[in-house]
Every structure is written in structure tokens, then in C-alpha cells.
């Protein structure tokens, strides 16, 4: 009955949520107010700008188009700096030790002497002799003096200090030609941007699907509390009718007692509802990104258990050629998934890149301390220089070609994709179809047994009135009478949701809901200082 499927959506959404006692300013003015009036639109509008999900696929769709920007950079000259520092423990030396000029002393004299006899008897005869001895000392002297001065001068000329090294670069590098790398990454980017946006808009259609849902589902628990109060109301008439009774002896005791139970059960499913109906306002309220506690009041809510009948689904509605190519074009999830074919493409086409040359031009302007322009100095010095790269792949085992392969593999099974979701959107929009059918027809026979119920009811209380029909009768007419309205509340918000739900598959939403395109599908959000997430202004 109508208690278990209270009791069932008060465990699942008690489930779902947390509770959340602040009040916050919504964006673009409009105001959270507890226990405030709402309609149908105004909660689709606050749920299009604050719901969580719908947040965060406008944010990926935001943040696909930075990565747009950032394919488009590759085609542009790149400009880096590199710099450096190094410590060495020891200096260039060109020349050893045993390298340098020897002095000139006995033992050189002697190694003279051995190779050249005669240059080594008159040096030794201008040494013995006194005259000359002074002399000789006085050259060996100079000479000396002049291999030192020589040995330094080669020290100095071919020893480098390189302690304490600085380097760096600047660098520009022109792609040229990156065999069609480039233009797919953009191309590749902008089905990227594409995805999102629809994914984003589908992702709204699916808000809205879910703000009708759990409006509506306010709406009819609203009404199912009235009803189930004017049904605790009739059986408390008729208790207190058959304690009367019970005292004249025109009663038994039991039939008081079986009075008694449907009473006390009825009281059982009014807190259920009543419940359900509280935990149902905070459901809509978290879908329209408002605290849970907000307390909303649907403007559809009746003051009675009738409801009002609206417009619903268009009974003359037949699945035409038309119909399902209008929804091929419209539908979002399809638009996405058609990106999803171009980004395999495009991604077929990197992978083609990989096995193409690349040609690229190289500029730079290279400096270091110490540096060899000019001698070797510790001082900074650089010079320009230009290129040209150029890149040919020529044998990696078939791996580029794998790849190729691999992402051909892939476009193929996203063409297979659409046509499967092809063939599934033609099986909803028929089953949508058929289900808003059986909603009207089954909405006019609750209307019919509502009227029977309704006959039905009021022969029982007259033949009880008029003893001819016992306590019995007239409970198993009310709860019969309960059934009806119950039966009769659900058909009609099963009409309505149909009818939403129809407009959906058929892509169609967005023409019934304007604000799913007047919301910015790239919109970017941000936190305010209330740890609010709010649109970005800007």
C-alpha cells in the first residue's frame, strides 16, 4: 500500500543527505528563503545555476577550452631559458709539469756536452779558464732568468680557471612542419570543447528531469498527507459512530476493536507520509543547490488531496522519420558522442604524425662565463647562432604503425557506438512514447474508479446510517476510496513526468525549457567568501 512506498523513499533519501543549516545568497539575486513559495520554473532556474553536477560539467567544459588555447600555442615559436652553474675542484692545464722549459744548470751542461763534444770542451775551457769564468756564470744567469720568464708566460697562456663556471641559453624554436601533429592536437582540442558542452547540456536536461521529479514528487506527497488525513478523519467519525453503538448493543465489541486497528494504522501511514513529504522538500531542495533545510513549498501544492489538471503528454504523439532525426541532431548525449568520433580522428591523425618527418627551426643565443670568443676570460660572452632540425623516423619495430592502428581500432568502434546509440534512442523514444500513452489511459481510469470509489463510499455510509450495512462495509470502502484518490494522485503526476520525460529522448527539452541554453554551458565557478560556490564573474 501507500505506507511502503513512503517508508522506502524516507530511508532512501535519508540516506542521500546531509543536513545543512546555513542561508546563503544564490547567484545572479536570487535569494534562499526558508519555507518560501516556488514554482515549477523558478526551481528548474535555481537548479541550473547551483546545482553541484551541472557545476562541475561546465567547469570540464571550461577547462576544455584552455586546453584549446594551449593546443593553439604549438603552433607558435616556443622561447626558453637555460642556465647554469658548475663548481670544478681543478683548472685546465695544457702543458705538464715535464712539459716547461728546464734551467740551465751542471747536469745540463753535461747532457750538452754528451750530445753536442765540441760545444761541451769550449764551454768547459771557458769555465776553467778565470778570465772567462765570470762570464759564463753571468750568461747561465740570463738564461735562466729567461726560462723563467718563459715557463710563466706558457703557464699563464695554458692554464684555464674554470672553478667556478656560469652558463646559459636562449632559445626559440619554430615548429615547421610536425606532419600533421599540430593541426589534429587543435582539431583534437576542439572536439574536446565540444564534448563538454554538450555533456554539459545533457547534464542540465538530466537537472531538469530531476528538479521535475522531486517537484513533483513534493506536489503529490502534499496531497497524499491531505488525503491521508481526511481518511484518519473518516475513520475517527465512524470509531467514535460505533462506540456509540457499542454502547446501545447495536454493535459488537469487535467490530469496535476492527475499527480500532484501521484507525490506529491509518495514524501509522499519516506520519509516514508526513515524514516522507519533509524529507522530500529537502530532496528538492539539494537538486535546486539550496540547503537542505530550505523547507521549499511548490506552487502546485493543493490545499485539498485534488489535484489540478494541467497539461500533459499529447496523446496524438506517433514516432515518426521526422521525430527520430529531430532527436539524432538535438539530442545532447548524441552531439557528444559525435565529438567523441572526431576526437578519434583526430587522435588517429597524431598517431599517423609519429610516422612522418618533422622539421622544426632552431634559434639561440648561448653565453657562458668564463668564455673562449675572445681568449679565454672570466667574463660573460656570447654569440647567436640559427638551424634547421630536422627529425626522420626510420625503423622502431612497427611500433608508430601499432599505434596507428590501435587508434584507427578506436574511431571504429566510436562509429559503432553511434550507430548501437542510434537503434537504442529509436527503443526510448518508442518506449517514452508508449509509457506517456499508458499514463493517459491509465490516468482515465483512475478518474472512473475515482468516481465509482467516490459512489461506492457514499452507499456504504447511507446503508450504515440506515443499518443495513455494517462497520465492516463502510471501512472497506473507505480504504477502496483511499486506493482510488492514491491511484489517481500518481497517475497524474505520471503524466506529467511522462510528458517531460518524452521531450527529452526526443530532444525537444530544450524548447520547452529556454534556460538550458540561456545558462552559460562554459561557465567557470568559484568560492565566495561564505564557502559558497558561485558563478565567476567576469
Known amino acids: 500500500m501507500m505506507s511502503k512506498g513512503i517508508t522506502a523513499f524516507a530511508a532512501a533519501v535519508a540516506l542521500a543527505f546531509a543536513a545543512s543549516a546555513q542561508e546563503y545568497s544564490l547567484a545572479d539575486g536570487i535569494a534562499a528563503t526558508p519555507g518560501g513559495v516556488y514554482s515549477l520554473d523558478s526551481c528548474r532556474a535555481l537548479a541550473l545555476r547551483n546545482n553541484k553536477q551541472l557545476m562541475m560539467a561546465r567547469q570540464k567544459a571550461a577547462g576544455s577550452e584552455y586546453q584549446k588555447k594551449e593546443a593553439f600555442a604549438a603552433y607558435l615559436p616556443g622561447i626558453d631559458f637555460t642556465g647554469g652553474y658548475t663548481y670544478n675542484q681543478k683548472n685546465i692545464n695544457l702543458l705538464g709539469k715535464g712539459d716547461y722549459l728546464q734551467p740551465i744548470n751542471q747536469s745540463s751542461l753535461a747532457g750538452i756536452a754528451q750530445k753536442f763534444p765540441h760545444l761541451g770542451q769550449a764551454i768547459q775551457g771557458?769555465?776553467?779558464?778565470?778570465?772567462?769564468?765570470?762570464?759564463?756564470?753571468e750568461a747561465m744567469d740570463l738564461a735562466n732568468s729567461f726560462v723563467d720568464l718563459t715557463n710563466n708566460t706558457l703557464r699563464k697562456s695554458t692554464s684555464f680557471d674554470i672553478h667556478n663556471v656560469f652558463f646559459g641559453a636562449i632559445t626559440l624554436t619554430q615548429p615547421i612542419y610536425m606532419g600533421g601533429k599540430i593541426a589534429a592536437m587543435n582539431k583534437l582540442a576542439q572536439a574536446g570543447i565540444d564534448a563538454n558542452r554538450s555533456l554539459a547540456a545533457a547534464e542540465a536536461e538530466n537537472v531538469v528531469c530531476a528538479v521535475d521529479a522531486a517537484y513533483w514528487l513534493v506536489v503529490s506527497l502534499k496531497a497524499k498527507q491531505e488525503l491521508a488525513q481526511s481518511f484518519v478523519n473518516m475513520l475517527d467519525t465512524l470509531d467514535h459512530d460505533v462506540g456509540l453503538m457499542v454502547e446501545q448493543g447495536l454493535a459488537t465489541r469487535a467490530q469496535k476493536l476492527e475499527v480500532d486497528v484501521k484507525l490506529n494504522q491509518a495514524r501509522v501511514d499519516l506520519t509516514k507520509v508526513e515524514n516522507g513529504l519533509v524529507l522530500s522538500r529537502m530532496a528538492l531542495a539539494q537538486v535546486c543547490g539550496l540547503p537542505v533545510n530550505s523547507d521549499?513549498?511548490?506552487?502546485?501544492?493543493?490545499?485539498?488531496?485534488?489535484?489540478?489538471?494541467?497539461?500533459?503528454?499529447?496523446?496524438?504523439?506517433?514516432?515518426?522519420?521526422?521525430?527520430?532525426?529531430?532527436?539524432?541532431?538535438?539530442?545532447?548525449?548524441?552531439?557528444?558522442?559525435?565529438?567523441?568520433?572526431?576526437?578519434?580522428?583526430?587522435?588517429?591523425?597524431?598517431?599517423m604524425s609519429s610516422m612522418l618527418p618533422k622539421v622544426a627551426l632552431v634559434g639561440a643565443y648561448s653565453f657562458s662565463n668564463p668564455n673562449a670568443f675572445d681568449g679565454f676570460r672570466n667574463r660573460f660572452g656570447g654569440a647567436f647562432s640559427v638551424g634547421a632540425m630536422v627529425s626522420i623516423p626510420i625503423w622502431h619495430w612497427g611500433g608508430n604503425y601499432n599505434k596507428y592502428k590501435a587508434a584507427e581500432s578506436n574511431e571504429t568502434v566510436m562509429r559503432l557506438r553511434m550507430a548501437d546509440s542510434h537503434d537504442l534512442v529509436d527503443l526510448q523514444i518508442n518506449q517514452a512514447a508508449f509509457k506517456a500513452h499508458e499514463s493517459l489511459k491509465t490516468y482515465s481510469a483512475t478518474r472512473a474508479n475515482l468516481e465509482s470509489a467516490n459512489e461506492n463510499l457514499r452507499c456504504a455510509n447511507v446503508g450504515f446510517r440506515e443499518g443495513v450495512m455494517t462497520s465492516t462495509d463502510v471501512t472497506t470502502a473507505q480504504t477502496a476510496w483511499l486506493q482510488a484518490n492514491s491511484s489517481n494522485i500518481d497517475a497524474m503526476i505520471e503524466c506529467r513526468l511522462c510528458d517531460v520525460y518524452l521531450n527529452k529522448v526526443t530532444g525537444r527539452l530544450p524548447q520547452v525549457v529556454p534556460a538550458i541554453n540561456s545558462e552559460d554551458s562554459t561557465a567557470e565557478y568559484r568560492m565566495n567568501s561564505n564557502g559558497i560556490w558561485q558563478k565567476k564573474t567576469k
Not at 771557458?126 to 756564470?137: C, H, R, Y
Request: glycine residues 2%.
Open 126 to 137: 771557458a769555465m776553467m779558464n778565470p778570465e772567462t769564468a765570470p762570464l759564463v756564470g
Open 296 to 351: 521549499m513549498h511548490p506552487a502546485d501544492e493543493p490545499d485539498g488531496f485534488m489535484l489540478e489538471r494541467a497539461q500533459y503528454a499529447d496523446s496524438t504523439f506517433a514516432v515518426t522519420p521526422d521525430v527520430l532525426n529531430n532527436a539524432y541532431n538535438s539530442r545532447p548525449d548524441l552531439m557528444a558522442l559525435d565529438a567523441a568520433i572526431r576526437a578519434a580522428d583526430a587522435e588517429k591523425r597524431v598517431a
